[in-house]
Protein backbone atom coordinates (compact mmCIF):
# COMPACT_ATOMS: atom_id res chain seq x y z
CA UNK A 1 0.00 0.00 0.00
CA UNK A 2 2.89 2.30 -0.10
CA UNK A 3 2.49 2.81 -3.65
CA UNK A 4 -0.78 4.27 -2.83
CA UNK A 5 0.33 6.95 -0.61
CA UNK A 6 3.04 8.25 -2.56
CA UNK A 7 0.67 8.68 -5.14
CA UNK A 8 -1.33 10.98 -3.06
CA UNK A 9 1.20 12.85 -1.73
CA UNK A 10 2.32 13.47 -5.58
CA UNK A 11 -1.29 14.07 -6.60
CA UNK A 12 -1.89 16.66 -3.59
CA UNK A 13 1.83 18.41 -4.60
CA UNK A 14 0.52 18.88 -7.70
CA UNK A 15 -2.56 20.46 -6.95
CA UNK A 16 -1.73 22.53 -3.96
CA UNK A 17 0.68 23.92 -6.41
CA UNK A 18 -1.80 24.77 -9.39
CA UNK A 19 -2.36 28.23 -7.79
CA UNK A 20 1.04 29.42 -8.04
CA UNK A 21 1.95 27.93 -11.36
CA UNK A 22 0.34 30.22 -13.74
CA UNK A 23 3.17 33.33 -12.04
CA UNK A 24 5.79 31.34 -11.98
CA UNK A 25 8.47 33.31 -13.89
CA UNK A 26 10.93 32.34 -16.80
CA UNK A 27 13.83 34.10 -16.47
CA UNK A 28 16.15 35.22 -19.34
CA UNK A 29 19.07 32.83 -18.07
CA UNK A 30 16.70 30.28 -18.01
CA UNK A 31 15.50 31.05 -21.78
CA UNK A 32 19.20 31.59 -23.90
CA UNK A 33 21.02 29.22 -23.72
CA UNK A 34 21.52 29.78 -27.44
CA UNK A 35 21.77 33.75 -28.18
CA UNK A 36 21.86 33.67 -31.94
CA UNK A 37 18.25 32.01 -32.46
CA UNK A 38 15.36 34.36 -34.27
CA UNK A 39 14.57 36.93 -32.56
CA UNK A 40 10.68 37.57 -31.49
CA UNK A 41 10.30 40.22 -33.68
CA UNK A 42 10.99 38.22 -36.72
CA UNK A 43 7.76 35.85 -35.77
CA UNK A 44 5.47 39.06 -35.14
CA UNK A 45 6.57 39.83 -38.85
CA UNK A 46 5.67 36.73 -40.41
CA UNK A 47 2.49 37.00 -38.77
CA UNK A 48 1.95 40.36 -40.13
CA UNK A 49 2.92 39.34 -43.35
CA UNK A 50 0.49 36.50 -43.12
CA UNK A 51 -2.46 38.24 -42.21
CA UNK A 52 -1.98 40.43 -45.45
CA UNK A 53 -2.94 37.27 -47.51
CA UNK A 54 -5.72 36.37 -45.62
CA UNK A 55 -9.08 37.65 -46.80
CA UNK A 56 -11.38 39.91 -44.73
CA UNK A 57 -13.09 38.72 -41.39
CA UNK A 58 -10.70 35.47 -41.34
CA UNK A 59 -9.23 33.45 -38.59
CA UNK A 60 -6.90 30.87 -39.10
CA UNK A 61 -5.80 28.02 -36.69
CA UNK A 62 -1.79 26.17 -36.47
CA UNK A 63 -1.71 22.91 -34.77
CA UNK A 64 1.68 22.25 -33.51
CA UNK A 65 3.25 18.61 -34.25
CA UNK A 66 2.02 15.70 -32.14
CA UNK A 67 4.59 13.68 -29.67
CA UNK A 68 5.13 10.95 -31.34
CA UNK A 69 6.06 7.56 -29.68
CA UNK A 70 8.68 5.35 -30.41
CA UNK A 71 8.24 2.28 -28.48
CA UNK A 72 5.96 1.31 -25.30
CA UNK A 73 7.19 4.25 -22.37
CA UNK A 74 9.80 6.16 -25.03
CA UNK A 75 8.78 9.21 -27.53
CA UNK A 76 11.12 10.39 -30.28
CA UNK A 77 12.65 13.86 -29.53
CA UNK A 78 9.95 16.42 -30.29
CA UNK A 79 10.57 18.11 -33.12
CA UNK A 80 7.98 21.18 -33.83
CA UNK A 81 6.35 21.62 -37.21
CA UNK A 82 7.83 23.59 -38.96
CA UNK A 83 4.71 26.58 -39.59
CA UNK A 84 3.64 26.53 -35.96
CA UNK A 85 7.70 27.65 -35.14
CA UNK A 86 8.15 30.33 -38.09
CA UNK A 87 4.59 31.93 -36.95
CA UNK A 88 5.78 32.27 -33.42
CA UNK A 89 8.86 30.89 -32.24
CA UNK A 90 6.90 28.29 -29.91
CA UNK A 91 9.02 24.76 -29.74
CA UNK A 92 7.37 22.71 -27.49
CA UNK A 93 4.01 20.47 -28.00
CA UNK A 94 0.44 20.64 -27.16
CA UNK A 95 0.25 23.94 -28.42
CA UNK A 96 -2.45 25.88 -31.16
CA UNK A 97 -1.66 29.08 -32.34
CA UNK A 98 -4.81 31.09 -33.92
CA UNK A 99 -4.58 34.58 -35.83
CA UNK A 100 -7.15 36.67 -37.31
CA UNK A 101 -7.07 38.92 -40.10
CA UNK A 102 -8.39 41.80 -37.81
CA UNK A 103 -8.37 42.70 -34.09
CA UNK A 104 -11.14 40.72 -32.33
CA UNK A 105 -12.42 40.44 -28.79
CA UNK A 106 -11.40 37.64 -26.59
CA UNK A 107 -12.54 37.56 -23.52
CA UNK A 108 -13.85 41.13 -23.37
CA UNK A 109 -9.74 42.07 -24.55
CA UNK A 110 -8.65 43.00 -28.18
CA UNK A 111 -6.37 41.05 -30.13
CA UNK A 112 -5.31 40.33 -33.23
CA UNK A 113 -3.73 36.69 -32.12
CA UNK A 114 -3.45 34.19 -29.46
CA UNK A 115 -1.42 31.40 -28.55
CA UNK A 116 -2.53 28.48 -26.72
CA UNK A 117 0.59 26.90 -24.68
CA UNK A 118 1.45 23.74 -22.15
CA UNK A 119 0.83 25.19 -18.88
CA UNK A 120 4.08 25.79 -16.23
CA UNK A 121 4.23 22.79 -13.80
CA UNK A 122 7.30 22.12 -11.68
CA UNK A 123 6.42 18.62 -11.04
CA UNK A 124 6.40 17.82 -15.19
CA UNK A 125 9.06 20.11 -15.71
CA UNK A 126 11.83 18.17 -13.09
CA UNK A 127 11.21 15.59 -15.97
CA UNK A 128 10.72 17.18 -19.25
CA UNK A 129 12.70 20.54 -18.76
CA UNK A 130 10.94 24.16 -18.16
CA UNK A 131 8.69 25.86 -20.33
CA UNK A 132 7.34 29.58 -21.58
CA UNK A 133 3.75 29.23 -20.50
CA UNK A 134 2.15 32.05 -20.31
CA UNK A 135 4.57 34.23 -19.07
CA UNK A 136 7.49 33.52 -21.11
CA UNK A 137 4.73 33.19 -24.60
CA UNK A 138 4.17 36.98 -24.01
CA UNK A 139 6.97 38.03 -22.77
CA UNK A 140 9.69 36.04 -24.52
CA UNK A 141 7.76 34.86 -27.56
CA UNK A 142 6.05 38.69 -27.73
CA UNK A 143 2.68 37.08 -28.74
CA UNK A 144 0.12 39.40 -27.75
CA UNK A 145 -1.98 37.14 -25.86
CA UNK A 146 -1.33 33.52 -24.77
CA UNK A 147 -3.88 31.52 -22.35
CA UNK A 148 -3.05 27.34 -21.18
CA UNK A 149 -4.04 25.03 -23.94
CA UNK A 150 -7.03 23.76 -20.54
CA UNK A 151 -8.60 27.46 -21.23
CA UNK A 152 -9.25 26.60 -25.39
CA UNK A 153 -12.62 24.75 -24.46
CA UNK A 154 -13.84 27.83 -22.24
CA UNK A 155 -12.26 30.69 -24.60
CA UNK A 156 -15.37 33.28 -25.33
CA UNK A 157 -14.44 32.62 -29.48
CA UNK A 158 -17.47 32.61 -31.59
CA UNK A 159 -16.63 31.28 -35.33
CA UNK A 160 -19.71 32.53 -36.33
CA UNK A 161 -18.54 36.23 -36.88
CA UNK A 162 -16.04 34.50 -39.71
CA UNK A 163 -16.29 34.55 -43.49
CA UNK A 164 -13.91 31.76 -43.78
CA UNK A 165 -11.66 29.54 -41.22
CA UNK A 166 -8.53 28.06 -42.18
CA UNK A 167 -6.95 25.08 -40.86
CA UNK A 168 -3.60 23.88 -40.45
CA UNK A 169 -2.13 20.68 -39.72
CA UNK A 170 -5.01 18.75 -38.42
CA UNK A 171 -3.21 15.60 -37.86
CA UNK A 172 -4.60 12.52 -38.39
CA UNK A 173 -1.92 10.23 -36.09
CA UNK A 174 -2.59 11.77 -33.12
CA UNK A 175 -3.49 9.44 -30.25
CA UNK A 176 -5.66 10.47 -26.92
CA UNK A 177 -4.00 9.95 -23.51
CA UNK A 178 -7.42 9.95 -21.22
CA UNK A 179 -5.25 11.28 -18.17
CA UNK A 180 -3.88 14.54 -20.34
CA UNK A 181 -7.21 17.26 -20.66
CA UNK A 182 -4.87 19.71 -22.29
CA UNK A 183 -2.84 17.88 -24.99
CA UNK A 184 -2.97 18.26 -28.83
CA UNK A 185 -5.36 15.69 -28.91
CA UNK A 186 -8.40 17.75 -27.05
CA UNK A 187 -7.38 21.07 -28.85
CA UNK A 188 -8.19 19.58 -31.74
CA UNK A 189 -11.20 17.91 -30.54
CA UNK A 190 -12.06 21.17 -29.11
CA UNK A 191 -11.69 23.33 -32.07
CA UNK A 192 -13.94 20.46 -34.13
CA UNK A 193 -16.15 21.43 -31.64
CA UNK A 194 -15.96 24.97 -31.73
CA UNK A 195 -16.48 25.18 -35.60
CA UNK A 196 -20.33 25.67 -36.47
CA UNK A 197 -22.07 22.77 -38.41
CA UNK A 198 -23.43 24.83 -41.18
CA UNK A 199 -19.22 26.21 -41.96
CA UNK A 200 -17.67 22.45 -41.32
CA UNK A 201 -17.99 21.90 -45.01
CA UNK A 202 -16.48 25.10 -45.76
CA UNK A 203 -13.28 25.03 -43.50
CA UNK A 204 -10.43 25.82 -46.10
CA UNK A 205 -7.07 23.54 -45.61
CA UNK A 206 -5.22 24.58 -48.71
CA UNK A 207 -5.19 28.55 -48.98
CA UNK A 208 -2.78 28.64 -45.78
CA UNK A 209 -0.54 26.17 -47.27
CA UNK A 210 -0.47 28.07 -50.89
CA UNK A 211 0.00 31.78 -48.11
CA UNK A 212 2.81 29.77 -46.22
CA UNK A 213 4.47 28.34 -49.56
CA UNK A 214 5.06 32.09 -50.94
CA UNK A 215 6.31 33.40 -47.65
CA UNK A 216 8.76 30.78 -46.64
CA UNK A 217 10.13 30.39 -50.59
CA UNK A 218 11.91 33.98 -50.04
CA UNK A 219 14.47 33.92 -46.89
CA UNK A 220 15.16 36.72 -45.09
CA UNK A 221 18.46 37.92 -44.29
CA UNK A 222 18.10 36.21 -40.23
CA UNK A 223 17.09 33.04 -41.75
CA UNK A 224 19.88 33.10 -44.62
CA UNK A 225 22.46 33.84 -41.48
CA UNK A 226 21.07 30.63 -39.98
CA UNK A 227 21.23 28.51 -43.34
CA UNK A 228 24.28 29.67 -44.17
CA UNK A 229 26.04 28.05 -40.66
CA UNK A 230 23.95 24.71 -41.21
CA UNK A 231 25.84 24.61 -44.65
CA UNK A 232 29.31 25.78 -43.27
CA UNK A 233 28.90 22.72 -40.93
CA UNK A 234 27.87 20.41 -43.11
CA UNK A 235 30.88 21.44 -45.32
CA UNK A 236 33.01 20.68 -42.59
CA UNK A 237 31.28 17.21 -41.89
CA UNK A 238 32.14 16.38 -45.58
CA UNK A 239 35.26 17.68 -45.51
CA UNK A 240 36.73 15.58 -41.86
CA UNK A 241 34.71 12.43 -43.78
CA UNK A 242 36.85 12.49 -46.73
CA UNK A 243 39.98 13.15 -44.56
CA UNK A 244 39.25 10.34 -42.05
CA UNK A 245 37.48 7.55 -44.74
CA UNK A 246 39.16 4.69 -45.28
CA UNK A 247 38.34 0.71 -46.28
CA UNK A 248 37.54 -1.60 -44.16
CA UNK A 249 35.23 1.40 -42.11
CA UNK A 250 31.52 0.50 -41.48
CA UNK A 251 28.83 2.92 -43.27
CA UNK A 252 27.64 3.81 -39.37
CA UNK A 253 31.12 4.87 -38.50
CA UNK A 254 31.08 7.03 -41.57
CA UNK A 255 27.91 8.26 -40.11
CA UNK A 256 28.76 8.50 -36.94
CA UNK A 257 32.29 10.99 -38.35
CA UNK A 258 29.81 13.43 -39.90
CA UNK A 259 26.95 13.35 -36.85
CA UNK A 260 30.14 14.32 -34.76
CA UNK A 261 30.64 16.99 -36.57
CA UNK A 262 27.46 18.17 -36.19
CA UNK A 263 27.05 18.31 -32.72
CA UNK A 264 30.65 19.65 -32.22
CA UNK A 265 29.44 22.62 -33.96
CA UNK A 266 25.85 23.10 -32.19
CA UNK A 267 23.55 21.89 -34.58
CA UNK A 268 20.10 19.97 -32.57
CA UNK A 269 19.42 17.60 -35.51
CA UNK A 270 21.08 15.96 -38.65
CA UNK A 271 17.93 17.56 -40.96
CA UNK A 272 17.21 14.25 -42.22
CA UNK A 273 18.47 10.83 -41.45
CA UNK A 274 21.87 10.82 -42.71
CA UNK A 275 22.42 8.54 -45.89
CA UNK A 276 25.52 6.68 -46.49
CA UNK A 277 26.16 4.16 -49.16
CA UNK A 278 28.78 2.40 -50.19
CA UNK A 279 29.25 -0.20 -52.85
CA UNK A 280 25.48 -1.18 -54.47
CA UNK A 281 24.05 0.88 -51.55
CA UNK A 282 25.14 4.19 -53.44
CA UNK A 283 22.77 3.20 -56.03
CA UNK A 284 19.64 3.32 -53.67
CA UNK A 285 18.43 7.25 -53.32
CA UNK A 286 17.76 7.37 -49.74
CA UNK A 287 19.23 4.49 -48.23
CA UNK A 288 19.43 5.01 -44.61
CA UNK A 289 20.56 1.16 -42.96
CA UNK A 290 24.01 2.24 -42.93
CA UNK A 291 25.72 -0.77 -41.79
CA UNK A 292 27.49 -2.14 -44.62
CA UNK A 293 31.43 -2.55 -44.04
CA UNK A 294 32.85 -0.62 -47.20
CA UNK A 295 34.98 -2.00 -49.53
CA UNK A 296 37.64 -0.76 -51.18
CA UNK A 297 37.50 -0.02 -54.99
CA UNK A 298 34.07 1.55 -54.23
CA UNK A 299 32.33 4.74 -54.05
CA UNK A 300 30.35 6.41 -50.83
CA UNK A 301 27.28 8.56 -51.55
CA UNK A 302 26.84 10.81 -48.56
CA UNK A 303 23.76 13.05 -48.87
CA UNK A 304 23.93 14.92 -45.21
CA UNK A 305 22.22 17.94 -43.45
CA UNK A 306 23.20 19.36 -40.09
CA UNK A 307 19.85 21.03 -38.91
CA UNK A 308 21.27 24.59 -37.15
CA UNK A 309 18.05 26.54 -35.08
CA UNK A 310 15.85 24.77 -37.24
CA UNK A 311 17.53 25.10 -40.64
CA UNK A 312 18.84 22.24 -42.63
CA UNK A 313 21.56 22.14 -45.18
CA UNK A 314 21.47 19.65 -47.39
CA UNK A 315 24.76 18.61 -49.48
CA UNK A 316 25.90 15.64 -50.95
CA UNK A 317 29.44 14.52 -51.71
CA UNK A 318 30.63 10.99 -54.02
CA UNK A 319 33.64 9.85 -52.28
CA UNK A 320 36.49 7.06 -53.29
CA UNK A 321 36.84 4.87 -50.12
CA UNK A 322 40.63 4.11 -51.20
CA UNK A 323 40.98 7.55 -52.06
CA UNK A 324 40.98 7.18 -55.87
CA UNK A 325 38.28 6.90 -58.39
CA UNK A 326 38.89 4.18 -61.13
CA UNK A 327 38.69 4.94 -64.97
CA UNK A 328 35.19 3.90 -65.06
CA UNK A 329 34.04 5.99 -61.67
CA UNK A 330 36.29 9.11 -63.29
CA UNK A 331 33.81 9.26 -66.47
CA UNK A 332 30.73 8.93 -64.92
CA UNK A 333 31.61 11.34 -61.58
CA UNK A 334 32.75 13.91 -64.60
CA UNK A 335 29.19 13.69 -66.12
CA UNK A 336 27.26 14.11 -63.13
CA UNK A 337 29.72 16.99 -62.12
CA UNK A 338 28.94 18.35 -65.84
CA UNK A 339 25.55 17.98 -64.93
CA UNK A 340 25.39 19.87 -62.01
CA UNK A 341 27.84 22.84 -63.77
CA UNK A 342 25.01 23.29 -66.24
CA UNK A 343 22.55 23.24 -63.80
CA UNK A 344 23.91 26.09 -61.57
CA UNK A 345 24.45 28.23 -64.39
CA UNK A 346 20.34 28.67 -64.66
CA UNK A 347 19.59 29.18 -61.36
CA UNK A 348 18.87 32.67 -61.66
CA UNK A 349 16.09 34.98 -60.61
CA UNK A 350 12.82 34.93 -63.54
CA UNK A 351 14.19 31.25 -64.53
CA UNK A 352 11.64 28.84 -64.55
CA UNK A 353 12.17 26.03 -61.36
CA UNK A 354 12.37 23.26 -63.63
CA UNK A 355 14.86 25.01 -65.81
CA UNK A 356 18.24 23.32 -64.18
CA UNK A 357 16.80 20.00 -63.73
CA UNK A 358 16.15 20.16 -67.88
CA UNK A 359 19.96 21.83 -67.84
CA UNK A 360 21.20 18.89 -66.18
CA UNK A 361 19.09 15.77 -67.53
CA UNK A 362 20.38 16.98 -70.76
CA UNK A 363 23.98 16.76 -70.17
CA UNK A 364 23.33 13.53 -68.58
CA UNK A 365 21.19 11.93 -71.31
CA UNK A 366 23.23 13.38 -74.05
CA UNK A 367 27.19 11.62 -72.33
CA UNK A 368 25.27 8.58 -71.27
CA UNK A 369 24.14 7.70 -75.26
CA UNK A 370 27.81 8.83 -76.33
CA UNK A 371 28.76 5.62 -73.89
CA UNK A 372 26.21 3.11 -75.20
CA UNK A 373 24.68 3.02 -71.36
CA UNK A 374 21.44 3.89 -73.23
CA UNK A 375 20.24 4.55 -76.82
CA UNK A 376 17.65 6.62 -76.33
CA UNK A 377 17.06 9.86 -74.03
CA UNK A 378 13.60 8.66 -72.70
CA UNK A 379 15.85 5.20 -71.08
CA UNK A 380 17.67 7.70 -69.21
CA UNK A 381 15.02 7.69 -65.90
CA UNK A 382 16.45 4.29 -65.33
CA UNK A 383 19.63 5.90 -64.18
CA UNK A 384 18.49 9.05 -62.97
CA UNK A 385 15.07 8.79 -61.37
CA UNK A 386 14.83 12.08 -59.65
CA UNK A 387 14.58 15.59 -59.78
CA UNK A 388 17.39 17.86 -59.72
CA UNK A 389 16.15 20.21 -57.13
CA UNK A 390 13.99 21.16 -54.39
CA UNK A 391 13.71 24.15 -52.25
CA UNK A 392 15.28 24.26 -48.69
CA UNK A 393 14.84 26.07 -45.40
CA UNK A 394 13.13 24.91 -42.47
CA UNK A 395 12.50 21.51 -43.96
CA UNK A 396 15.02 19.94 -46.47
CA UNK A 397 12.17 19.53 -49.04
CA UNK A 398 10.68 22.81 -48.64
CA UNK A 399 7.79 24.92 -48.87
CA UNK A 400 7.59 27.07 -52.42
CA UNK A 401 5.91 28.03 -55.40
CA UNK A 402 7.41 26.30 -57.76
CA UNK A 403 7.01 28.96 -60.25
CA UNK A 404 9.82 31.28 -61.58
CA UNK A 405 13.26 31.09 -59.28
CA UNK A 406 13.18 34.34 -57.14
CA UNK A 407 15.74 35.94 -55.15
CA UNK A 408 16.52 35.00 -51.94
CA UNK A 409 15.36 31.44 -52.34
CA UNK A 410 17.51 29.01 -51.72
CA UNK A 411 17.52 25.76 -54.13
CA UNK A 412 19.56 22.51 -53.84
CA UNK A 413 21.40 21.04 -57.43
CA UNK A 414 21.65 17.72 -57.52
CA UNK A 415 22.02 15.69 -60.31
CA UNK A 416 22.68 12.18 -60.38
CA UNK A 417 23.72 8.44 -61.73
CA UNK A 418 22.91 5.26 -60.58
CA UNK A 419 24.02 2.06 -62.44
CA UNK A 420 22.85 -0.82 -60.26
CA UNK A 421 23.96 -4.37 -60.70
CA UNK A 422 21.79 -5.99 -63.73
CA UNK A 423 21.54 -3.03 -65.69
CA UNK A 424 21.74 -3.64 -69.31
CA UNK A 425 24.63 -2.08 -69.83
CA UNK A 426 28.32 -3.46 -70.18
CA UNK A 427 29.05 -4.55 -66.36
CA UNK A 428 31.71 -2.40 -65.90
CA UNK A 429 29.40 0.59 -64.82
CA UNK A 430 27.59 -1.83 -62.45
CA UNK A 431 27.46 -0.54 -59.21
CA UNK A 432 28.60 2.79 -59.82
CA UNK A 433 26.00 5.37 -57.84
CA UNK A 434 27.43 8.90 -58.18
CA UNK A 435 25.32 11.86 -56.95
CA UNK A 436 26.64 15.88 -56.43
CA UNK A 437 24.56 18.05 -54.63
CA UNK A 438 24.80 21.96 -53.81
CA UNK A 439 22.47 24.65 -51.82
CA UNK A 440 22.24 27.26 -54.21
CA UNK A 441 21.02 30.58 -53.05
CA UNK A 442 19.27 32.58 -55.88
CA UNK A 443 20.10 36.06 -56.08
CA UNK A 444 19.34 39.40 -58.60
CA UNK A 445 22.09 38.56 -60.38
CA UNK A 446 24.65 35.30 -60.29
CA UNK A 447 23.66 32.38 -58.22
CA UNK A 448 25.50 31.71 -55.18
CA UNK A 449 27.02 28.36 -54.22
CA UNK A 450 26.57 28.22 -50.31
CA UNK A 451 28.21 24.88 -49.91
CA UNK A 452 31.17 25.22 -52.34
CA UNK A 453 33.25 25.67 -48.94
CA UNK A 454 33.70 21.41 -49.67
CA UNK A 455 35.26 20.59 -52.64
CA UNK A 456 34.24 18.57 -55.03
CA UNK A 457 35.88 18.26 -58.18
CA UNK A 458 38.57 14.91 -58.94
CA UNK A 459 41.28 15.99 -58.50
CA UNK A 460 40.57 18.14 -54.49
CA UNK A 461 38.54 14.89 -53.76
CA UNK A 462 41.56 12.98 -53.96
CA UNK A 463 44.01 15.51 -52.59
CA UNK A 464 42.04 16.10 -49.75
CA UNK A 465 41.67 12.31 -48.69
CA UNK A 466 45.37 12.47 -48.58
CA UNK A 467 45.13 14.55 -45.32
CA UNK A 468 44.73 13.29 -42.07
CA UNK A 469 41.54 14.37 -40.05
CA UNK A 470 41.31 16.20 -36.86
CA UNK A 471 39.43 13.02 -35.59
CA UNK A 472 42.76 10.83 -36.08
CA UNK A 473 43.94 11.91 -32.94
CA UNK A 474 40.80 11.30 -30.69
Known amino acids: ?29 DQL ?59 EPHSLLVIFKDEVMVNSEPTNEVLFVQPRNPEEEVWDGKRLGIDGAENILKVNMAFNALDFKDIDLNLDNFESIHVLNLKNDLKDNPYK ?47 RRAIEITCEAQIELMKYLEPGMKEYQAEAVVEYVFKKNGAEYPGFPSILGSGENSCILHYTTNRKTM ?17 TAD ?20 I ?18 WDPNIAATTVISQRLMELGIIKKPFELSRYF ?21 QANSVITVEPGIYIAEGSPCDPKWWN ?27 KEIESLMQLRSYLNDK
Open 1 to 29: MKWIFFLFLFSFQVFSSQESIDTIQLSEK
Open 33 to 91: YDVDKLPAEFFADRRKMFRTMMPDKSVAFVLANPVRNRSNDVNFEYHQDPNMYYLSGYE
Open 181 to 227: KDDLYNLKQQLNAKIPVKKEEEVDHSDIKKWLSIMREIKTSEELQLM
Open 295 to 311: KGANLLVSDVGAEYHGY
Open 315 to 334: VTRTIPLDGLFSDEERIIYQ
Open 336 to 353: VYDAQKAGIEVCKSGNRF
Open 385 to 405: MHGTSHYLGLDVHDMGTYGLL
Open 432 to 458: IGVRIEDDVLITTGEPEVISDCVPKTI
